[in-house]
């Protein structure tokens, strides 16, 4: 009878400590009780009652990521595509999730390729590729509305491929090569034209710079001229006004008159007619040095 009474003990005891459950950071445990929902267990140290209550469900409350395989799309102008998408939910409400659908990851998954052909059905193929935030807000926010009654959130939806047909893609690569050198062809031919504008402004330039460069060395030379004439014609005028000063003789004169015949023939010319009066002058001067000499 010892023994028995020992052994229940430690079965009660046992039982207590198998009854005795930790929840852990960021998880949720739903109870039910007699097949019932009676709560659920936060983050802590938690006493379930035997053979009357038991762990239901026990819920992640971290994000999720859903990666579903590629899904068949038809696009507005009847072209099929293969997109794939990724979901990032959370679990908000441990007991509508557990109690709200059955397999939930399948429901959201099948909700998404659904909602993901009726976007992209209104779309074209240009819209599809073009407009990829567009269609993963539209896809977030029916998502969310729809799982809302099941206790996710949908965080964030991302398209992750999208692959046309083999000859879709063919006929783009052949577009963007035909694009790319399109552009290539533009840039090539401003360039030259820019280089020729470049060229032409330069000897424009050079041109100008010429030009002017000989009409300053033409204005200098007009200038020195000028100024050689005017300090000739200042020492003339110096020279006649010495000369009226002096009160010359007509005999003086006429010297001064010989003199300068003197001097523009200067030993080149061959023939020189001398006045009468500047003759006479040379003849008085020879007989004059004549009679010196005798």
Same mark, same amino acid.
């Given at each position: 009878?010892?023994?028995?009474?020992?052994?229940?003990?430690?079965?009660?005891?046992?039982?207590?400590?198998?009854?005795?459950?930790?929840?852990?950071?960021?998880?949720?445990?739903?109870?039910? =009780?007699?097949?019932?929902?009676?709560?659920?267990?936060?983050?802590?140290?938690?006493?379930?009652?035997?053979?009357?209550?038991?762990?239901?469900?026990?819920?992640?409350?971290?994000?999720?990521?859903?990666?579903?395989?590629?899904?068949?799309?038809?696009?507005?102008?009847?072209?099929?595509?293969?997109?794939?998408?990724?979901?990032?939910?959370?679990?908000?409400?441990?007991?509508?999730?557990?109690?709200?659908?059955?397999?939930?990851?399948?429901?959201?998954?099948?909700?998404?390729?659904?909602?993901?052909?009726?976007?992209?059905?209104?779309?074209?193929?240009?819209?599809?590729?073009?407009?990829?935030?567009?269609?993963?807000?539209?896809?977030?926010?029916?998502?969310?509305?729809?799982?809302?009654?099941?206790?996710?959130?949908?965080?964030?939806?991302?398209?992750?491929?999208?692959?046309?047909?083999?000859?879709?893609?063919?006929?783009?690569?052949?577009?963007?090569?035909?694009?790319?050198?399109?552009?290539?062809?533009?840039?090539?031919?401003?360039?030259?034209?820019?280089?020729?504008?470049?060229?032409?402004?330069?000897?424009?330039?050079?041109?100008?710079? =010429?030009?002017?460069?000989?009409?300053?060395?033409?204005?200098?030379?007009?200038?020195?001229?000028?100024?050689?004439?005017?300090?000739?014609?200042?020492?003339?005028?110096?020279?006649?006004?010495?000369?009226?000063?002096?009160?010359?003789?007509?005999?003086?004169?006429?010297?001064?008159?010989?003199?300068?015949?003197?001097?523009?023939?200067?030993?080149?010319?061959?023939?020189?007619?001398?006045?009468?009066?500047?003759?006479?002058?040379?003849?008085?001067?020879?007989?004059?040095?004549?009679?010196?000499?005798?």
């Amino acid at each position: 009878m010892q023994y028995v009474l020992i052994a229940l003990i430690l079965l009660v005891i046992v039982i207590l400590v198998r009854s005795i459950r930790i929840v852990q950071q960021s998880k949720a445990y739903v109870v039910e =009780r007699l097949g019932a929902y009676k709560t659920t267990w936060n983050t802590g140290m938690h006493l379930k009652v035997p053979f009357i209550e038991r762990i239901a469900k026990v819920v992640t409350l971290k994000e999720q990521v859903a990666d579903f395989p590629p899904q068949p799309v038809i696009t507005k102008d009847n072209v099929t595509m293969q997109i794939d998408t990724v979901i990032y939910f959370q679990i908000t409400d441990p007991k509508m999730y557990t109690y709200g659908v059955d397999q939930p990851m399948g429901a959201i998954e099948n909700l998404a390729a659904t909602t993901l052909r009726n976007i992209i059905g209104e779309l074209e193929l240009d819209q599809c590729l073009t407009s990829r935030d567009i269609i993963n807000t539209k896809m977030r926010a029916i998502l969310d509305e729809a799982t809302d009654p099941w206790g996710i959130k949908v965080n964030r939806v991302e398209l992750k491929n999208i692959l046309p047909p083999k000859e879709i893609q063919n006929a783009m690569e052949k577009q963007m090569k035909a694009e790319r050198e399109r552009r290539e062809a533009i840039l090539r031919a401003e360039g030259e034209k820019r280089a020729a504008i470049l060229e032409a402004e330069g000897e424009k330039e050079s041109a100008i710079l =010429r030009a002017d460069a000989k009409k300053q060395q033409q204005i200098l030379e007009a200038e020195g001229q000028a100024e050689a004439i005017l300090k000739v014609q200042k020492a003339t005028a110096e020279g006649i006004r010495l000369i009226n000063e002096a009160c010359p003789t007509d005999a003086v004169i006429k010297i001064k008159a010989l003199e300068a015949f003197a001097a523009a023939a200067d030993g080149k010319a061959t023939k020189i007619i001398i006045p009468s009066e500047i003759q006479g002058i040379a003849g008085l001067a020879e007989g004059v040095v004549e009679a010196v000499k005798e």
